[in-house]
């Protein structure tokens, strides 16, 4: 046998062994796990979602397999939760088991099981725990946030006046507004809206956060494995990751230098207060590479998701111009021309926090949520789910759930009132999940949007440059985040 016939019978015995391995790996311990479509080796059910719209993929299987079934992504096995009765069961009637943290592979790569997002066991605890009780001491949920989201919005309008009622894209606007809200907590101290670093910043977050709405996005997070070494759009999210993490690596370092415990400035100065107090603790959580990505995900999280759900916002108001109308008619009934609103305005707007809780419905930004993990072998509707299985609580198909909403694929924010007009809770509204691991930015983001929302409103009508019937609101990308398309708006002086 020559050279050439022993290489490809080498190369032929390894890719024989690899599927091999890989059709053992996806088919062990699957006993009693809930039903799923069949994988192939390697590929998993790579053939049977569409990447561009992984939320419609995966709500199309479960019409064949129920709300509970088994979906291989590459190698990865995971477990598919649809519609309301069985993401509450899961989450909130079995929270504890399914409390654990699973994938999102581009995340992980920066954050390797480190920071209160992405983190599992005593580590997700300590650093959950803590962030909680920091943020509401700088006043998270209370008077003293309410008082510097509305100092943010006042830079807001200012700059909003300064468009002169000409066409703009209000993303840089929303993204500059909503982070400074979490960097004067994160950081002790709000941007300058032209500072270059701040854009930058902002840059990094948008661009990263909108790779993992991508069909390649969904690629990676099924062969990040192999993909992670190879060229690719996802070589361009790691380094706007890395360069999130090295400025906030010198904010940590910036505060070391002039720390006083007395008097912490910050969430990062808490933090180092912390590491200082368990130094001599061996089981402490409290160190340097967690410092650096717990603030990165506080500092991510609240700074994209809200100003999505704001931009997308906007889109639905141009597209539907009566809806608006009927918002300005309570503001000036409620709060009236001339004073900012506050939160305890909200109680008397029904139809406007009706709007914003469709808003937070309709756009769905995280439609298949944060993954799970079962922390234990978990018992689930008659099925066995292993230890340490991933668990996808689609909160899409919560938000879109036919038997909790009307009309689910319509913008309407008669979901959220009654016969009488009248504000109407509804258990099925869990944009930010729900159980152990529910996002604990809630208060913030929806204070955020109440205000920001009714402030701008206050003093702006909008105007679209196309006829509303054109505006199309479908998504222009859906994957693990949900964005609208680009648009430009017109705001001008009521």
């Given at each position: 046998?020559?050279?050439?016939?022993?290489?490809?019978?080498?190369?032929?015995?390894?890719?024989?062994?690899?599927?091999?391995?890989?059709?053992?790996?996806?088919?062990?311990?699957?006993?009693?796990?809930?039903?799923?479509?069949?994988?192939?080796?390697?590929?998993?059910?790579?053939?049977?979602?569409?990447?561009?719209?992984?939320?419609?993929?995966?709500?199309?299987?479960?019409?064949?397999?129920?709300?509970?079934?088994?979906?291989?992504?590459?190698?990865?096995?995971?477990?598919?939760?649809?519609?309301?009765?069985?993401?509450?069961?899961?989450?909130?009637?079995?929270?504890?088991?399914?409390?654990?943290?699973?994938?999102?592979?581009?995340?992980?790569?920066?954050?390797?099981?480190?920071?209160?997002?992405?983190?599992?066991?005593?580590?997700?605890?300590?650093?959950?725990?803590?962030?909680?009780?920091?943020?509401?001491?700088?006043?998270?949920?209370?008077?003293?946030?309410?008082?510097?989201?509305?100092?943010?919005?006042?830079?807001?309008?200012?700059?909003?006046?300064?468009?002169?009622?000409?066409?703009?894209?209000?993303?840089?606007?929303?993204?500059?507004?909503?982070?400074?809200?979490?960097?004067?907590?994160?950081?002790?101290?709000?941007?300058?809206?032209?500072?270059?670093?701040?854009?930058?910043?902002?840059?990094?977050?948008?661009?990263?956060?909108?790779?993992?709405?991508?069909?390649?996005?969904?690629?990676?997070?099924?062969?990040?494995?192999?993909?992670?070494?190879?060229?690719?759009?996802?070589?361009?999210?790691?380094?706007?990751?890395?360069?999130?993490?090295?400025?906030?690596?010198?904010?940590?370092?910036?505060?070391?230098?002039?720390?006083?415990?007395?008097?912490?400035?910050?969430?990062?100065?808490?933090?180092?207060?912390?590491?200082?107090?368990?130094?001599?603790?061996?089981?402490?959580?409290?160190?340097?590479?967690?410092?650096?990505?717990?603030?990165?995900?506080?500092?991510?999280?609240?700074?994209?998701?809200?100003?999505?759900?704001?931009?997308?916002?906007?889109?639905?108001?141009?597209?539907?111009?009566?809806?608006?109308?009927?918002?300005?008619?309570?503001?000036?009934?409620?709060?009236?021309?001339?004073?900012?609103?506050?939160?305890?305005?909200?109680?008397?707007?029904?139809?406007?926090?009706?709007?914003?809780?469709?808003?937070?419905?309709?756009?769905?930004?995280?439609?298949?949520?944060?993954?799970?993990?079962?922390?234990?072998?978990?018992?689930?509707?008659?099925?066995?789910?292993?230890?340490?299985?991933?668990?996808?609580?689609?909160?899409?198909?919560?938000?879109?759930?036919?038997?909790?909403?009307?009309?689910?694929?319509?913008?309407?924010?008669?979901?959220?009132?009654?016969?009488?007009?009248?504000?109407?809770?509804?258990?099925?509204?869990?944009?930010?999940?729900?159980?152990?691991?529910?996002?604990?930015?809630e208060m913030l983001a929806r204070m955020e949007l109440f205000l920001f929302i009714t402030g701008i409103l206050q003093k702006f009508r909008f105007r679209s440059p196309v006829e509303p019937k054109d505006i199309d609101i479908s998504p222009k990308l859906v994957g693990f985040a949900t964005l609208p398309r680009s648009y430009e708006i017109c705001l001008v002086p009521r």
């Amino acid at each position: 046998m020559d050279l050439l016939g022993a290489v490809t019978l080498f190369l032929v015995i390894c890719l024989s062994c690899l599927l091999l391995l890989s059709t053992w790996r996806q088919m062990q311990g699957r006993g009693k796990m809930p039903p799923g479509p069949t994988p192939l080796p390697l590929l998993g059910n790579l053939l049977q979602v569409q990447l561009s719209d992984m939320r419609k993929s995966l709500m199309k299987i479960s019409e064949r397999y129920g709300p509970v079934y088994t979906l291989h992504l590459g190698s990865r096995r995971v477990v598919v939760l649809c519609g309301y009765q069985a993401v509450k069961e899961a989450l909130v009637d079995q929270a504890e088991e399914f409390s654990g943290r699973g994938e999102q592979a581009t995340f992980d790569w920066i954050a390797q099981g480190y920071g209160v997002a992405f983190s599992n066991g005593e580590r997700a605890k300590q650093l959950r725990r803590f962030s909680i009780t920091t943020l509401r001491n700088f006043g998270v949920g209370k008077r003293g946030i309410e008082e510097r989201i509305l100092e943010e919005a006042h830079f807001l309008l200012e700059a909003l006046r300064g468009t002169k009622g000409l066409p703009f894209d209000p993303t840089c606007f929303l993204s500059r507004t909503v982070s400074n809200v979490i960097s004067s907590v994160v950081f002790g101290d709000r941007f300058d809206y032209e500072d270059e670093e701040f854009i930058s910043l902002l840059h990094m977050i948008n661009e990263s956060f909108r790779f993992t709405a991508t069909a390649w996005g969904q690629l990676y997070e099924m062969f990040s494995g192999t993909m992670c070494y190879l060229p690719g759009p996802q070589r361009a999210a790691f380094k706007q990751l890395a360069g999130l993490e090295k400025f906030i690596e010198r904010k940590v370092k910036a505060n070391q230098e002039t720390l006083d415990p007395s008097a912490p400035r910050d969430f990062i100065d808490c933090f180092l207060v912390k590491m200082q107090q368990e130094k001599e603790n061996p089981s402490s959580e409290f160190f340097l590479k967690n410092i650096v990505l717990t603030t990165f995900n506080v500092f991510f999280a609240g700074t994209e998701t809200v100003s999505t759900t704001l931009r997308y916002g906007f889109l639905l108001l141009l597209k539907y111009p009566e809806i608006e109308e009927r918002i300005h008619e309570e503001i000036d009934w409620v709060i009236g021309r001339n004073r900012a609103p506050s939160m305890e305005d909200r109680s008397q707007m029904p139809y406007t926090n009706a709007v914003i809780h469709e808003f937070q419905r309709f756009c769905d930004v995280i439609p298949m949520g944060l993954a799970r993990r079962v922390t234990r072998d978990t018992q689930f509707r008659g099925y066995t789910i292993p230890k340490g299985t991933e668990v996808y609580p689609m909160l899409g198909s919560v938000l879109y759930d036919p038997t909790q909403f009307s009309n689910p694929d319509t913008f309407d924010p008669g979901h959220f009132l009654d016969g009488n007009g009248q504000f109407k809770k509804s258990d099925a509204f869990m944009p930010f999940s729900i159980g152990k691991r529910y996002c604990f930015g809630e208060m913030l983001a929806r204070m955020e949007l109440f205000l920001f929302i009714t402030g701008i409103l206050q003093k702006f009508r909008f105007r679209s440059p196309v006829e509303p019937k054109d505006i199309d609101i479908s998504p222009k990308l859906v994957g693990f985040a949900t964005l609208p398309r680009s648009y430009e708006i017109c705001l001008v002086p009521r």
